[in-house]
């Protein structure tokens, strides 16, 4: 799978793809019911993606055989519009979300180490995310290097520190 993988960056034309992804990130615990799609409309949810393409915003895409399958993309936020993974307002925060049926193939990772490099190569000191803590995905986070910083209720924000 990972040999037909391209990850790049986000072309202007696919920004409303980030809405999939954003409602594709939102995690449902097992046995429970996904969130109705127009969850992403709620403002502490919206924030992740309205007006993609603002200073700071940073988005690659996973590409399988000519379709989307995943997107990890940062934005920065302040103290007037923190977001569930806000460490103060020079740290981008990181959302991902991959389509099911491509998870646990390498594309997450992928799509993470690019992130990562293009974030460390813009100068940041560091990065963070939010995470529920028994999504599968925390484990991912912690092999790539992401370090807890602050647990709110079920979830954990993390941070890396880049080089």
Not at 33 to 60: A, Q, V, W
Not at 88 to 112: F, N, Q
Not at 129 to 140: R, W
Request: aromatic share 12%.
């Amino acid at each position: 799978m990972k040999d037909r993988i391209i990850i790049r960056p986000i072309k202007e034309t696919e920004f409303g793809f980030l809405g999939k992804m954003l409602y594709n990130a939102i995690f449902v615990p097992p046995g429970h019911e996904r969130l109705p799609e127009n969850i992403i409309e709620h403002p502490e949810i919206s924030k992740y993606i309205k007006d993609f393409g603002r200073e700071g915003d940073l988005c690659f895409v996973a590409e399988a055989d000519g379709e989307l399958t995943g997107a990890v993309w940062s934005r920065l936020f302040d103290e007037t519009n923190k977001a569930y993974g806000f460490v103060d307002s020079d740290t981008p925060e990181l959302s991902m979300a991959v389509y099911e049926k491509y998870r646990r193939k390498g594309i997450g990772t992928l799509l993470l180490k690019t992130i990562i490099k293009a974030l460390t190569e813009e100068g940041y000191g560091q990065i963070s995310l939010s995470v529920d803590k028994i999504n599968y995905a925390y484990d991912l986070y912690k092999k790539i290097g992401f370090k807890d910083y602050k647990p709110v209720d079920d979830s954990m924000t993390m941070i890396m520190k880049l080089k």
